[in-house]
């Protein structure tokens, strides 16, 4: 297979890149923000720090990743509610049922341009507090829907607030966080999400539609309260020139022990080197033009890695290896998705970012193209078995009836694929985005991003179908296949390794001589 060498070239690429770990980032030309010069320095500084309000201020803003899952995943309960209600002012027809499941990614679309405009304007504290209006209101208009339309707002609205939190959090827990455990935090935003998706996928065993909706209010509530008592980030602090302010924020989130006035005036020295405003012209700046590229397609490479066609496939496998619960199912995806997720949280500080995306892409790839080849064997033997007949099963679902003595092949690719995107292709272009901008450019890079991610989600979610026709359903896995071995170059030959550095020093090293983008 041409994968393999692939998989070797990529793997031998991060080694050298690996060894070239031990030298500053920025290279010694860059002197302001370089970490301290003995490791001795740096143990002292980690000793002295007090993390436990930096982890409560993660708790608080993480709660709005949580609210978006449970927004995400709450169409997959509701869907067969709305489906059999007897009030036909309400029961979704199949066509109206997918739009009321696809619908929240074009208000989540919007949401990122909302976002991108009021984060750098208002600060990210209050971005993230104004975020529960829409949340509450479209949930509130779900609960007391008399019409279709009224389904629709609801969903637009929690999309809105939806795409608002995937900006604004990142950007939030980047800016709060030291180097140490800032891929952790970051990758609990992810964790979140998809707690978010289970918890809806649970409640949804026992409650019908309308208390799912009472349900998804109090997360964004308790996100609203809580962030009323953590501070707003200190770079937003000091780019808006609030010296005192940014001290203060610090001395919660560090600690009293740690030297705060130090870590402000390295980070006030980088603000020196640059215009507080950002231009059109700004984008022909390597600082920002490299890191704006790489984050648009991580994005993309996310959304094309083939998770959403997995996901819509996901309760049909499951039937088909024994569990009729179509439910229970869901839930057991959710889990899975949990599970690898934290895991991933756990050791990002330790591993390092470039590694987990390619062993994900890795296990993605080989995923999808036996599951292209799983789905070309049981065509196979459904065109076989009409041959008598005269039927062709050309463009008709190759899960259906058929006695499917491979299912378990499915399922097997179906639960490799889901972790493999748990650990790396799932949380990292997230947390990626949150630390590769500038900060003048941040609010206006992270929306371009995350426009790009969820209009992403919407093409592949309402085109799959017609590519499902087009190329077949195992052509489109090795598609989706194709797109996972292409993210694994991308990644060896484009994204730099931000684990145990500072913004600033990333930053910086955009700014450098070494080019990630030819």
């Known amino acids: 297979m041409l994968i393999s060498p692939l998989i070797t070239a990529c793997f031998m690429h991060y080694r050298i890149m690996a060894s070239e770990e031990t030298r500053p980032l920025l290279g010694s030309a860059v002197r302001i923000n370089d970490p301290p010069q003995s490791p001795s320095d740096s143990q002292e500084y980690l000793d002295k720090l007090q993390n436990r309000k930096l982890y409560l201020a993660t708790f608080a803003a993480v709660l709005g990743p949580l609210s978006f899952g449970y927004v995400l995943g709450y169409s997959s309960p509701a869907i067969p509610n709305l489906k059999k209600i007897e009030d036909l002012d309400l029961r979704l027809d199949s066509n109206e049922a997918s739009w009321f499941g696809s619908v929240v990614t074009l208000g989540a679309a919007l949401g990122g341009i909302l976002g991108g405009c009021i984060v750098d304007r208002i600060g990210r504290k209050l971005s993230l507090m104004l975020c529960a209006v829409p949340f509450i209101f479209g949930f509130t208009v779900i609960i007391s829907a008399k019409y279709k339309s009224m389904l629709y707002i609801g969903r ?46 649970v409640a949804g065993l026992g409650l019908d539609w309308r208390w799912l909706a009472v349900v998804g209010c109090f997360p964004p509530f308790f996100m609203a309260v809580f962030m009323c008592f953590m501070p707003e980030t200190p770079r937003f602090l000091l780019a808006q020139k609030k010296q005192l302010e940014a001290i203060t924020a610090l001395q919660f989130l560090r600690g009293p022990l740690v030297d705060h006035e130090l870590e402000c005036r390295q980070i006030e020295a980088n603000f020196s ?143 490799v694929f889901i972790a493999g995107f748990a650990i790396g292709w799932g949380p990292i272009p997230w947390l990626v985005m949150s630390e590769i901008f500038p900060v003048k450019a941040r609010g206006v890079a992270s929306g371009a991003c995350v426009l790009t991610n969820w209009l992403s989600a919407f093409l592949v979610t309402k085109e799959f179908h017609d590519l499902m026709v087009f190329l077949g359903s195992y052509g489109t896995f090795w598609f989706f296949a194709s797109s996972c071995a292409l993210s694994i170059l991308f990644t060896c030959l484009c994204i730099p390794e931000t684990k145990g550095k500072t913004l600033e020093q990333i930053e910086a090293h955009f700014r450098g001589v070494q080019e990630f983008i030819s």
């Open 156 to 201: 637009i609205l929690t999309g809105i607030a939806s795409g608002v939190t995937s900006l604004v959090v990142p950007v939030y827990i980047s800016e709060t966080s030291h180097p140490a455990v800032r891929g952790t935090l970051g990758s609990c935003v992810q964790l979140m999400v998809v707690t978010g998706i289970m918890g809806s996928y």
């Open 273 to 415: 080197e640059q215009e507080n405003r950002l231009r059109w012209a700004d984008f022909k700046n390597p600082a920002i033009y490299k890191p704006f590229v790489i984050g648009v397609l991580l994005m993309l490479f996310q959304q094309f890695s083939g998770i959403n066609a997995i996901m819509f496939y996901a309760e049909t496998i499951f039937e088909d290896a024994g569990f009729k619960n179509s439910s229970i199912a869901s839930v057991i995806v959710g889990a899975i998705q949990v599970a690898f997720t934290a895991g991933a949280a756990l050791i990002m500080d330790k591993a390092g970012r470039k590694i987990l995306l390619i062993i994900s892409g890795a296990i993605m790839t080989v995923s999808s193209a036996v599951f292209g080849a799983y789905f070309k064997i049981v065509e196979v033997q459904n065109n076989s078995s009409l041959t008598d007949t005269g039927h062709s099963t050309m463009h008709t679902p190759v899960l259906q009836n058929t006695e499917n003595h491979l299912a378990w092949l499915a399922l097997v690719c179906t639960s």
